[in-house]
């Protein structure tokens, strides 16, 4: 953190340190951990007031939003920590994961909806380059856990909510999530609105603005994806209130 960074003439003046010098500071800090290790960090200069170092102010370009310059600034700071990391012993041996925890809710109006506040990309990057493709199922961050379990080779049993987004075909892909008191399932075709006792809503997937509320027009797949919500609820609740939230031996 900024504490341990140590030198204020990095911090931006809101958030904490620039994102390039403190990419590095990582980078350095991982040399003292033993191998295996797990890592994260959390970059902050691609946040209001968007602004970018000073010595970078032209560098990138502005695009037609404030953000995209600072965007830039976060993309090189990315690229400098790679070439930097790539010259380590444990590059090699390392799966990265890059992942934001909320999209921009500023500028385009379908991302201020609550489906799409939190849409965000999901990266795995292995140096070993076995794992090349895009995956367009519906993915969410629980999903991180086991991809990663999946990606080492991990066979033994565990708890997740989530599946793997390289194996696990059988797995009908979903996303939940919960805001403003309302439950929100998307899988397959639909997108199921959830109060805690019945579907308010089901909109198609491409309806990204949720205008057209298709809850009259039911049909078998949204009376799934409906009792797979509650399912998911129901599993979630049970297990808080029971404290089973590891795999059972």
């Known amino acids: 953190g900024k504490t341990e960074y140590n030198n204020d003439e990095d911090f931006d003046g809101v958030w904490g340190i620039w994102d390039e010098p403190f990419f590095q500071y990582f980078n350095k800090s991982l040399r ?20 970018v170092p000073e010595k970078y102010k032209d560098k990138f370009p502005k695009g037609f939003v404030n953000m995209h310059q600072p965007i830039g600034y976060t993309d090189y700071s990315l690229k400098q920590f790679f070439n930097a990391a790539k010259k380590e012993p444990w590059f090699n041996n390392t799966i990265f994961v890059l992942v934001a925890d909320h999209g921009n809710t500023v500028y385009y109006d379908e991302y201020k909806k609550i489906f799409n506040e939190n849409t965000v990309p999901i990266l795995f990057y292995s140096p070993s380059g076995k794992y090349v493709g895009v995956n367009k199922d519906w993915a969410q961050q629980i999903d991180i856990y086991p991809t990663l379990l999946d990606m080492i080779g991990y066979k033994k049993p565990f708890r997740s909510w989530g599946r793997s987004l390289i194996g696990e075909k059988d797995v009908k892909p979903f996303v939940i999530r919960h805001a403003a008191n309302m439950y929100e399932f998307m899988g397959g075709n639909y997108i199921c609105t959830f109060d ?4 308010t809503g089901f909109y198609a997937r491409n309806d990204k603005a949720m205008l057209h509320n298709l809850i009259s027009h039911r049909n078998p797949e949204m009376d799934t994806l409906e009792l797979r919500c509650k399912a998911f609820v129901q599993d979630y609740m049970e297990r808080i209130v029971d404290k089973k939230l590891t795999s059972e031996k």
């Open 196 to 199: 805690g006792r019945k579907a």
């Open 32 to 51: 003292k951990e033993k191998q295996p290790f797990m890592a994260t960090i959390f970059s902050v200069s691609s946040h209001e007031p968007y602004k």
